[in-house]
């Protein structure tokens, strides 16, 4: 996101960063010497660096290649905001810094995919291990982190403190100075997260175990163990805490540091071990080595008086095979005696004094380098990427990380300086050959018009060096594989004699007596391209070929130390081949190394020393010209003044950057120059800026670079929406076929399965309508298989539509037509239902109810269809009585005694002569009735002399009773009148048991009027009731007439 908003200044804004340095550039100096105006002279490149070390501006360009001079004193650029302003920004936006670099490299591998390295070179005390320490923090704050392997930064930093404790030592021109050379690949996944490390070391100074010049240290472990350790530790390993207790640690007699505490540093160093993941008992095998190293060196010798050694140190000897884990007695014998193999023979033969202490010292360094060697592969297993998945070599990248020491010219130069002067001679030509040189032949190739630069080259030296068999290194192992005694002096004179004429070599002999006065005998003299060095032979030979003898190694190698017993098992009774000889395996190691740096792409720290003193502000003109001069820089400069920052081949240049032009993206179909060419012209380029070659473009300043990688960079979010469009809109279709496809398959599922339905229940219904039909013409048939069909389903229709139209009451009637063949069943059903009905019915019945029901049914024989006012009287409850109890006569209740009254109702009674009517109370009892005028019972009729009643058709309430008036006892039939006839004559023919004496006439009723005369009641019809007399002394009574409805 830090691109965002820049596209707009951009060019405003590396303009401003770059003017800005040029308008400050009398106080603080150019930030790029690209930018010095007389970048041909030396002065002027010194000055400027001089200037800005004044200003504690410490880094400086040269194009890409990064100067960095030491300022000796802490500057407030290293922290986490300082990492931040730099994350992501481009070289030439902000002012030189070693975290720029860093972030470059890191952006180069997340863009390009192509591995990196860093190689940072300079003498020793410039700065490099400072420089390599501060892009590792730089990596493992600034970079993602894999979730899986989230401590992988914190194991990465802390392996610096355990290899520096280890291989690191104070020396006269740095107080940690790297005895070891070392590259580490940092391993970064896809996402640009550190996922693991990868170290290679380079050949430990051993010499430094058994000896120090004076003013130096041995390596900080021993320091830092005494210093720090506590007294438990220090008792089990048998050690006391001064150093000057210790042989190998007073020979520089200096065994305190003033910048730095032993006892802390000793604290930070167990706790990376814990934090990289040694184990408790693995700390414990390195200190018994450590300690068991110290007692070596106290190991004396004595002479016997033949010449023979013996240890005199005994007291030493039990605690030092105790560390060391190995038989006392054995250590003894192998440290005073050699075992040497003729003809299969075993000889053993004893040292003298000198050869008893070679083989102690040989034996220290060889277990101390040993250890080194073991530790180094123990952090690489630790820091490998432990995740496979993560560390999938394809979509990981490394970058290296190149510290190896610097160039040494010391008052006196043995093995180890040659073989470090050797190296930084390698690492110099490999920077030649591929910023130089190739840059040179490149533009020639190309055809670029070009001024060739001349440069130093060094490949002559090396040649001198590793050349075979003629090189040094080939003759140093010649000497060592030589049978018999060899030594360093027949070495010098191989040297001289096969050498001699070689330009960059002197030897004593040929020397001219200028030389020869600053030559001892001893010496050689090589001339690299940072400088003549003397180098003195003695040693060269123990030291190639690491005199331990094999006794020695055999007991090592059956030690109880399991690093000691691993690192010496290996190769334990073998003799040497020329393969393991240190130069040369060296030699092999370095070659390894140049291999792999050509691989990548690499950036360059330059780290220049302002002073041998170690001191802030300090700037050693003299020292600086000459580092200036061996880095070559103002050549550099020069290449870099002269040619173009930045080359690409044109299909590469095109694909990177066709999107900034709308004729090249998204494809471009012509030949890739024309394309090329276009794309220049459309982002502006001027003529001056760039050059097409045969096959590449070349652009000369960063600065045009960066400036079409930042409108890149602000173009993406765009291509990005592009892409991102393009493929969500792809994988939306997409999405959309597969449910339209899945919707289609599920419609034409449904569908099929609906339609088979139907065609089913078509199928069905057509074969149902041909057996109805066909069962409809066999109806009348015998139940048969052709009208089964049909003669059920109307059974079944019948019993079903029975089912919803049952009567619910008695007196409903209706019942379904049944069909014919149902006509039984169905009668049997309906007298069923209506049983059912009734029983329902009764059961509901209450006895009143009953007695009603009894007298309602009687009513019903009587009068149903035979008088009109019958209808209007069956919805009408017949009461037990319609007169109250107090409109009864006390008296006529006292009179009739026991004879209850069972109903009274109130009647008009007509006269039999002359029919004139008398309001009268009717009551009957159980035996008889009485008629009641108020308190007189006026007439007395007995049941069982009744002989009749009488009653019209219509809707009167005449009623006629019958009796015999012979006796004389009746006066003759009683015409009444009642209201409530039907329920009157109803219960009197109940009660009188007469039911069947009930006479409905529909005329007229003759009644019996005393003594044999008979009297006739006419009934007509009319519009009111009417009782009148009619015409021949009748009485004629008019019922209004009914309406039906
Ligand atoms: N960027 C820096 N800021 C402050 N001090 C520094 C810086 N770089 C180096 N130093 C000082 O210089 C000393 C030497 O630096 P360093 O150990 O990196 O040198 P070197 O080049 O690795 O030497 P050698 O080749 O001997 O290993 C450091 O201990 C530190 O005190
Ligand atoms: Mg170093």
Not at 363 to 373: D, E, I, N, P, S
Not at 403 to 416: A, I, M, R, S, W
């Amino acid at each position: 996101m830090r691109y965002q908003g820049r596209e707009v200044d951009i060019e405003g804004r590396v303009r401003l960063v770059m003017e800005s340095a040029l308008t400050a550039r009398d106080r603080v100096g150019v930030q790029d010497f690209v930018l010095l105006e007389n970048y041909t002279s030396e002065a002027a490149f010194i000055e400027n660096l001089r200037r800005r070390f004044r200003e504690n501006l410490v880094y400086t360009y040269i194009g890409s290649v990064l100067v960095s001079v030491n300022p000796y004193k802490d500057l407030e650029i290293y922290s986490k905001q300082q990492m931040e302003r730099y994350r992501g920004v481009s070289f030439y936006e902000i002012a030189p810094h070693i975290y720029s670099l860093s972030d470059n490299a890191y952006r180069a591998l997340r863009t390009r995919r192509k591995d990196q390295c860093i190689l940072i070179s300079g003498e020793s005390g410039a700065g490099k291990t400072e420089a390599a320490k501060k892009i590792l923090l730089y990596y493992t704050v600034t970079c993602p982190i894999n979730d899986n392997m989230a401590a992988v930064g914190g194991h990465l930093l802390q392996s610096n403190p355990v290899l520096e404790a280890f291989g690191n030592a104070k020396t006269l021109r740095n107080d940690n100075s790297s005895r070891f050379g070392k590259y580490m690949d940092v391993q970064f996944d896809f996402k640009g997260a550190p996922v693991g490390a990868h170290i290679l070391n380079y050949l430990l100074e051993k010499s430094r175990v058994v000896h120090q010049n004076h003013g130096e240290r041995n390596f900080h472990i021993f320091y830092q163990l005494l210093d720090g350790g506590d007294d438990n530790l220090l008792n089990a390993l048998d050690l006391q805490r001064s150093p000057q207790n210790y042989r190998y640690l007073v020979k520089g007699n200096c065994p305190r540091l003033s910048s730095v505490s032993d006892k802390n540093n000793w604290k930070v160093v167990m706790k990376a071990l814990s934090v990289i993941g040694f184990t408790e008992e693995e700390v414990q095998t390195l200190l018994n080595i450590i300690a068991g190293v110290l007692h070596l060196g106290n190991v004396q010798f004595g002479e016997g008086e033949e010449g023979e050694t013996y240890v005199t140190t005994e007291n030493h000897m039990s605690n030092l095979a105790k560390l060391l884990g190995v038989d006392g007695l054995a250590l003894r014998e192998a440290l005073t005696h050699r075992k040497l193999t003729a003809k299969a023979e075993e000889i053993i033969s004893p040292l003298n004094f000198e050869q008893a202490e070679a083989a102690r010292d040989a034996l220290a360094k060889a277990a101390y380098g040993r250890t080194f060697t073991w530790l180094v592969r123990k952090i690489n297993e630790l820091l490998a990427a432990k995740d496979i998945r993560n560390y999938n070599r394809k979509s990981c990248c490394v970058i290296g990380l190149l510290d190896v020491y610097g160039f040494e010219v010391l008052q006196h130069n043995g093995f180890e300086q040659f073989c470090i002067n050797y190296s930084n001679e390698k690492l110099q030509q490999l920077f030649t050959e591929l910023s130089l040189k190739s840059e040179q032949e490149e533009y020639e190739t190309e055809g670029i018009t070009w001024e060739m630069v001349k440069c130093f080259d060094n490949q002559m030296i090396c040649d001198l060096i590793e050349e075979k068999p003629k090189g040094i290194i080939s003759i140093l192992d010649e000497e060592c594989l030589s049978p018999g005694e060899t030594c360093d002096a027949s070495f010098l004179e191989k040297l001289e004699d096969t050498l001699a004429d070689h330009p960059h070599f002197v030897a004593h002999k040929a020397a001219n007596g200028k030389t020869r006065r600053v030559m001892s005998r001893e010496e050689f003299r090589l001339l690299h391209y940072a400088g003549e060095v003397n180098y003195n032979v003695n040693g060269f030979i123990d030291r190639n070929k690491e005199m331990l003898n094999w006794n020695l190694k055999e007991v090592m190698s059956q030690s109880d130390n399991q690093i000691l017993r691993h690192s010496f098992h290996s190769e334990e009774g073998t003799r040497p081949k020329c393969s393991e000889m240190a130069a040369t395996q060296f030699k092999n190691d370095l070659m390894k190394l140049v291999e792999i740096l050509k691989s990548k792409e690499p950036s360059y720290v330059r780290c220049i020393k302002p002073n041998d003193a170690k001191q802030p502000g300090r700037f050693d003109e003299v020292l600086v010209r000459h580092q200036v001069k061996c880095f070559s820089l103002v050549e550099n400069l020069r290449v870099r003044r002269a040619g173009f920052a930045y080359r690409r081949s044109f299909e590469a240049f095109l694909q990177r950057y066709k999107p900034l032009c709308p004729e090249t993206w998204p494809h471009w179909h012509g030949r890739v120059e024309d394309g090329v060419s276009i794309l220049v012209n459309h982002l502006g380029y001027k003529p001056e800026e760039y050059k097409l070659g045969r096959s590449k473009i070349f652009i000369r300043s960063p600065k045009t670079l960066f400036i079409t990688e930042d409108a890149l960079e602000a173009k993406r979010p765009g291509m990005a929406l592009t892409l991102q469009t393009s493929w969500r809109g792809y994988r939306e279709r997409a999405k959309y076929r597969r449910i339209r496809h899945a919707v289609i398959v599920i419609q034409s599922a449904w569908r099929g399965m609906k339609a088979r339905r139907r065609a089913k229940r078509r199928r069905q219904a057509a074969a149902l309508i041909r057996r109805f039909i066909e069962g409809f013409i066999y109806r009348h048939e015998e139940y048969c298989a052709e009208n089964q069909y049909f003669l059920d389903h109307i059974r079944y229709s019948f019993l079903k539509n029975l089912r919803k139209n049952l009567p619910e009451t008695v007196l409903d009637k209706s019942w379904p037509t049944p069909p014919p063949l149902l006509a039984e069943a169905s009668d049997h059903l309906r007298r069923l239902h209506m049983t059912n009905m009734v029983r329902k019915y009764c059961r509901r019945v209450q006895p009143e109810w009953k007695k009603q029901m009894a007298q309602k049914v009687v009513a019903s024989e009587l009068f149903k269809d035979q008088k009109d006012s019958y209808p209007q009287s069956v919805g009408r409850l017949f009461l037990d009585s319609r007169l109250e109890h107090e409109q009864i006569s006390l008296k006529v209740t006292q009179t009739l005694g026991n004879d209850k009254v069972q109903y009274a109702v109130p009647v008009i009674k007509y006269d039999r002569r002359g029919f004139k009517p008398r309001p009268r109370q009717l009551l009957l009892t159980n035996a008889f009735a009485v008629l009641v005028e108020g308190t007189k019972i006026k007439q007395r009729i007995d049941y069982a002399a009744l002989t009749g009643i009488s009653l019209s058709s219509l809707s009167d309430g005449v009623v006629v009773l019958h009796v015999p008036s012979d006796d004389g006892k009746q006066k003759g039939d009683v015409v009444l009148h009642c209201s409530h006839v039907i329920e009157l004559v109803t219960k009197l023919s109940l009660m009188a048991t007469k039911v069947n004496y009930v006479n409905i006439s529909p005329g007229s009723i003759k009644f019996a009027v005393a003594r044999g005369k008979q009297g006739i009641i006419d009934f007509v019809r009319g519009s009111e009731l009417k009782v009148s007399k009619g015409k021949r002394g009748h009485l004629l009574v008019t019922a209004p007439r009914i309406n039906s409805t």
